[in-house]
């Protein structure tokens, strides 16, 4: 194998920049020169008028320089042709044409299906998990989950003293999309008082329950934190008619939201205000934290080695501490645990 290509796909995360730092230096060690493909599976599709938007080789020179930096230089992107086997046949051309023989592949569960509809078609790809959302099963850290669970941690805190001061309760959202990692684990280390997941099912009387029960112990300050994602698993709650009951603004169909709970938490637990924070992007868009830097580092190195020596359709990730790969179908096979021990330790302290 001589050239082989890099692309960031999916969502952002914290430590793609390093992981393609990590890349190119030992691409360059190893001889191999490197093409950066833009905008995911994008790039790779030539969509763009000027082939610089879509391909560009990456230097050393190029790459020192945002190895810290948050974002990811390469540009992502979603790309719904690639779902189209047509469309992935163009990809394999552009590849032939620029004589690329490998390709890395940073990013979630999506963009390793792509990776293995490549290889289908002689290919050979590695990935690289790259997420905020933590949600692979196989492997103990994606990058980008532990940077966007100390975003989170100090969003708490932050926001912690300023419910202190005022003795008022407050809820703070977090990301994950379908995945409550990243507000559990901000639970945990905030030692919150109640957590609300996709995973578990809850309603919204239960937790003005919960809110209550802190009321009366004296904890004026509790905090919510919340994962995107929950509303799905919420029992079903006529949160327009409520509001509606009690005064409040709010237009029919109006989905649910951290803002409309607290309102709604306001009402039931009789209290003066309750008030709610969306950490949103900050958590993607953050630098990333040594943790995932230290992953880039590696997986970026092994990614290049597995090319350089010819093993392919794999994905790396840590297990037990350790850096390591397996074949990507057994991979998306592994199945998800949410850590509901962890869940009900929150809920009940
Ligand atoms: P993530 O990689 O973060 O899970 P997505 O699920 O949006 O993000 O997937 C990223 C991209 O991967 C998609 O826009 C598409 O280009 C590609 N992809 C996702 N699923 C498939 C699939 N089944 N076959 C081919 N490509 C896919």
Redesign the pocket.
Known sequence: MRKIGVLT???DAPGMNAAVMSIAKSATMYGMPLVGIKR??NGLLRKSTSVYDDLQELYLDTVLDIADQPGTYLRTA???E??DPKWREVAVQTLHNMEIDGLVII?????F??AM?LCELGIPCVCIPG?IDNDLAYTEMTLGYETAVNVCTDAVRAVRATSRSHDRPHIVECMGRHCGDIALKTACATGSEILIVPEMRWSIEQIATRLNKQLFKGNTRTTIVLAEGCWDSMEPFDHYKFLKDHGETCYEGEPISSERLASILKHMCGMVEMRHTVVGYTQRGALPCAKDSGFAFEAGNLAVRLLRDGVSNQVIGVKQGQVFYMPIQDALRVEKHFRRDLYELVNSL
């Not at 990013?107 to 963009?111: L, N, R, W, Y």
């Open positions: 796909s999916g969502g995911g599976y979603r790309c719904t690639f779902l990013g979630g569960d999506g963009s299906q792509g509809r997420t």
